[in-house]
């Protein structure tokens, strides 16, 4: 009797899916970005993704509107391939990746400047996230920095409406 | 222990495991088959009306055209909200559905009503493409500020409100919504 009522419970409860939108995670989350200094003209920027969700590596792309800065080209490594029916091809990245990002410097800059970090996903439950945008400080003075990003919608939202929880 | 009770005891061991073998496959076979994120996001119809009798408020954003329009003009309709982007692909999977349920269930009393976070050249581009029969708002900011309003607080994509015929909200939906799911809910609303 134990055993029916438990696997009647099983049934019911289903395969474990999520229940609603709290079983999402909030962007800034979902995909966390770092960014270390590796030398005067040189950052590392990484993104963890959480597991269930991912990156479009065409979504992903620095800038930065400090005077006297400006983003090199960025090489990102190969990602996972997908015919999307609606894109065409399609590359995305899981779980993590790391890319470095060359910065031209004007002789004089300040040796503090702000990175903005642009990238879009989605998570595998079926919805994808609004273009993110994250303003990153950093300082070119010491080679081992580490910044998260603070997180602002790449849309102007009112403030009073946080994406975040 | 007497070999009857042996007996009974073997039975009800392999009754037991022929069971958990059953509902073993049963989970495993109700997990396979599905859309894991539809699977996922029909649960979510019954979740997300916590907030059900709430009055749609009233807003007005732009068309394709620039021009504003108010959510009042469809009032005494069922009223579908569909939040959606051009970069969401489960959002642009979904709309073919839209299409042919406006075309259906249009003369009852139907309005889908695309609210799109793009700029209002792409949604009309997009519109005239894929020849889409309902009306399209748009307002990258305004979009995202009316979906967090309504419930979205992720801000995730695709979203859907529908509301009845009295202004009220009687669902939400995250994620996409399927034909089987909208007919049940016109049935109840209609």
Redesign the interface.
């Known amino acids: 009797m134990r055993v029916a009522a438990l696997l009647i419970a099983l049934v019911i409860s289903g395969p474990g899916v999520a229940a609603s939108q709290d079983d999402l995670l909030p962007p800034e989350e979902a995909f966390v970005v770092e960014v270390r200094t590796i030398d005067a003209q040189t950052l590392r920027a990484r993104w963890v993704i959480a597991d269930g969700y991912f990156l479009y590596r065409e979504k992903i792309s620095f800038s930065t509107d400090t005077p006297g800065y400006r983003v090199g080209e960025v090489r990102f490594p190969p990602g996972k391939i997908k015919d999307d029916p609606y894109f065409g091809r399609t590359e995305t990245y899981r779980y993590q990746v790391m890319v470095d990002v060359p910065l031209v410097r004007e002789p004089g800059a300040a040796p503090t400047l702000t990175l903005i970090a642009h990238s879009q996903g989605c998570a595998d439950l079926g919805v994808c996230y609004p273009p993110q945008k994250r303003n990153i400080p950093i300082s070119l003075s010491s080679a081992q920095d580490v910044s998260s990003g603070e997180l602002l919608p790449a849309l102007a939202l009112n403030p009073q409406n946080s994406l975040s929880r | 222990m007497s070999s009857s009770t042996a007996k009974i005891t073997l039975w009800v061991s392999a009754a037991?495991l022929v069971?958990?073998v059953g509902?073993t496959s049963?989970?495993y076979l109700?997990?396979e088959p599905v859309?894991?994120?539809?699977?996922?996001?029909a649960?979510?119809q019954q979740?997300?009306n916590?907030q059900t009798k709430q009055p749609l408020p009233e807003f007005q954003l732009m068309d394709v055209d620039e021009k504003p329009q108010s959510i009042k003009q469809w009032q005494g309709k069922v009223v579908v909200l569909n939040f959606w982007?051009t970069?969401?692909?489960?959002?642009?999977?979904e709309l073919p559905t839209f299409k042919a349920l406006q075309e259906e269930y249009g003369d009852q009393g139907v309005q889908f009503v695309g609210v799109s976070?793009d700029r209002g050249e792409l949604v009309k581009d997009y519109a005239r493409i894929e020849a889409l029969n309902y009306p399209q708002l748009v307002g990258?900011?305004k979009a995202?500020?009316l979906g967090?309003?309504l419930g979205?607080?992720?801000?995730?994509?695709?979203?859907t409100v529908i509301v009845d015929r009295d202004g009220y909200i009687a669902e939400r939906v995250?994620?996409?919504w399927s034909r089987e799911e909208a007919e049940t809910t016109f049935k109840k609303l209609l």
């Open positions: 037991i069971a958990g509902a049963y989970l109700q997990k859309n894991p994120a539809t699977a996922a996001l649960n979510t979740a997300v916590e982007a970069w969401c692909p489960p959002c642009r999977r976070l990258p900011s995202l500020e967090q309003k979205n607080r992720m801000g995730a994509l695709p979203f995250f994620g996409e």
